[in-house]
């Protein structure tokens, strides 16, 4: 559905790679191999952005597979759990392969049939970035593809969205940033940008972030949405 104001179309949208295009879920069983409890998965996702936003906060950088390996490594302590290198190294290496969510193609495809470029815009490097859309096929459909590595700061800092915009050639206004996570949607409506917010079943929080512009349950709905806003 629409948000309030129902501002232009984009003439480019950026999507969040990790959870918002492409599903994590196969690094839990790998998680759960090491001994750790299946919703591992959802805290060291979120200590690993917890620690590469106070990076950033701090005007610091580290890359994201970094951040994560030092913070699936306390998550293991903290378990009195122990893995070495190799086998850290190896689940993480999952996240080049990780699958799509569904609906990720068609999502495109309708952006790209209403002449709407395409960005991929990740915390992680856009090697891995790459990897994941040439592993699902979707390398063609994407315009460009960009990393916080190229800022030396993660999201949400303004920088990188604003570093999106600046690689599209167009205003902020002109953008959009189409994420699953709020912090996500806010950051890039904080910096001009427009925003697009995957539900998948979880409220958006109104009450304490900008609103996005448009919203929708799956990426296909909120492609569909762009697509019919006003050109």
Same mark, same amino acid.
């Given at each position: @559905?629409?948000?309030?104001?129902?501002? #232009?179309?984009?003439?480019?949208?950026? %999507?969040?790679?990790?959870?918002?295009? %492409?599903?994590? #879920?196969?690094? /839990?069983?790998?998680?759960? #191999?090491?001994? &750790?409890?299946?919703?591992?998965? #959802?805290?060291?996702?979120?200590?690993? +952005?917890?620690?590469?936003?106070?990076?950033?906060?701090?005007?610091?950088?580290?890359?994201?597979?970094?951040? @994560?390996?030092?913070?699936?490594?306390?998550?293991?302590?903290?378990?009195? &759990?122990?893995?070495?290198?190799?086998?850290?190294?190896?689940?993480?290496?999952? @996240?080049?392969?990780?699958?799509?969510?569904?609906?990720? /193609?068609?999502? %495109?495809?309708? &952006?790209?049939?209403?002449?709407?470029?395409?960005?991929?815009?990740?915390?992680?490097?856009?090697?891995?970035?790459?990897?994941?859309?040439?592993?699902?096929? +979707?390398?063609?459909?994407?315009?460009?593809?960009?990393?916080?590595? *190229?800022?030396?700061?993660?999201?949400? /800092?303004?920088?990188?969205?604003?570093?999106?915009?600046?690689?599209?050639?167009?205003?902020?206004?002109?953008? @959009? +940033?189409?994420?699953?996570?709020?912090? *996500? $949607?806010?950051?890039?409506?904080?910096?001009?940008?427009?925003?697009?917010?995957?539900?998948?079943?979880?409220?958006?929080?109104?009450?304490?972030?900008?609103?996005?512009?448009?919203?929708? *349950?799956?990426?296909?709905? $909120?492609?569909?949405?762009?697509?019919?806003?006003?050109?």
């Amino acid at each position: @559905m629409f948000g309030l104001g129902r501002p #232009e179309r984009p003439k480019v949208v950026a %999507f969040d790679i990790i959870g918002t295009t %492409f599903s994590m #879920e196969p690094l /839990r069983p790998r998680l759960e #191999e090491f001994g &750790l409890p299946g919703s591992s998965l #959802e805290r060291l996702y979120a200590e690993t +952005l917890r620690d590469a936003m106070a990076l950033a906060a701090a005007g610091g950088f580290a890359p994201f597979i970094a951040v @994560m390996k030092s913070a699936l490594g306390q998550i293991l302590a903290e378990h009195e &759990l122990t893995a070495t290198d190799a086998e850290v190294s190896e689940a993480l290496g999952l @996240m080049r392969t990780l699958p799509p969510h569904p609906g990720a /193609r068609k999502a %495109f495809e309708t &952006l790209r049939a209403a002449g709407i470029r395409i960005q991929a815009l990740s915390n992680g490097a856009a090697s891995a970035t790459r990897s994941l859309l040439d592993h699902a096929d +979707l390398t063609s459909l994407v315009d460009q593809i960009l990393s916080v590595d *190229d800022v030396r700061l993660s999201k949400p /800092r303004p920088e990188v969205y604003l570093y999106a915009v600046e690689q599209a050639r167009v205003q902020p206004g002109e953008a @959009m +940033l189409v994420a699953t996570h709020p912090w *996500d $949607v806010n950051g890039a409506k904080a910096a001009g940008l427009l925003g697009g917010y995957v539900c998948r079943g979880r409220p958006y929080p109104h009450s304490v972030m900008s609103a996005p512009d448009v919203e929708g *349950d799956t990426l296909e709905e $909120v492609a569909r949405a762009i697509a019919a806003m006003k050109a």
